[in-house]
């Protein structure tokens, strides 16, 4: 593994251990060359996901770029970033089994139900984006909706 800060080639592994979802191997290292300490994390890769756009264009699913995604939905929302995480590869692992291209369509449906049964917010966040909002009342209507959803006297899930 090179090192991120003077770029040796060598490091020696210190410590190894499951992450908290234990879907990734968190390896603690320590540079050959200048002697730093940093954190690497291994995946499990099943296979090579493409992803087809709405246009039709292909490009190789970009888990940073689901990362991404999510992560500004859930942006100033006081959620436990190993949920996100969690998210993130049950999206990942649920778009792997269904075969070698995946649409963005199914993608952004896989979110928006892991998002739901998040956070209410970084949910309609999401749906704003991905059903591309054109007006303010495409937001009263799915907020609308998913207050429907919260139960009476549970106005903590829509702050």
């Known amino acids: 593994m090179r090192c991120p800060f003077c770029a040796h080639e060598d ?10 979802d234990a879907a990734a191997i968190r390896r603690r290292r320590q ?16 296979k090579d996901l493409i992803v087809v756009k709405k246009d039709g ?16 939905s859930c942006r100033k929302r006081d959620i436990d970033p190993a ?6 590869s049950g999206v990942q692992r649920q778009m792997e089994t269904l075969g070698d291209e995946v649409s963005t369509i199914r993608i952004g449906e896989a979110v928006m139900a ?5 956070d209410h917010v970084a949910y309609i966040r ?3 984006i991905y059903k591309d909002f054109r007006e ?3 937001f009263a209507e799915i907020a609308e909706r998913v207050g429907k959803e919260v139960l009476p006297g549970d106005s903590s899930k829509l702050l």
């Open 126 to 128: 999401f749906a704003s």
């Open 136 to 138: 303010p009342g495409d």
């Open 57 to 72: 264009k292909r490009e190789p699913f970009d888990r940073a770029k689901l990362e991404r995604a999510i992560g500004h």
């Open 31 to 46: 540079c050959e060359g200048c002697g730093a300490r940093f954190t690497t994390f291994e995946r499990v890769h099943l």
């Open 83 to 88: 949920k996100v995480d969690q998210l993130v």
């Open 11 to 20: 490091s020696q592994v210190k410590d190894s251990r499951p992450s908290e």
């Open 114 to 118: 892991g998002l739901k049964a998040l």
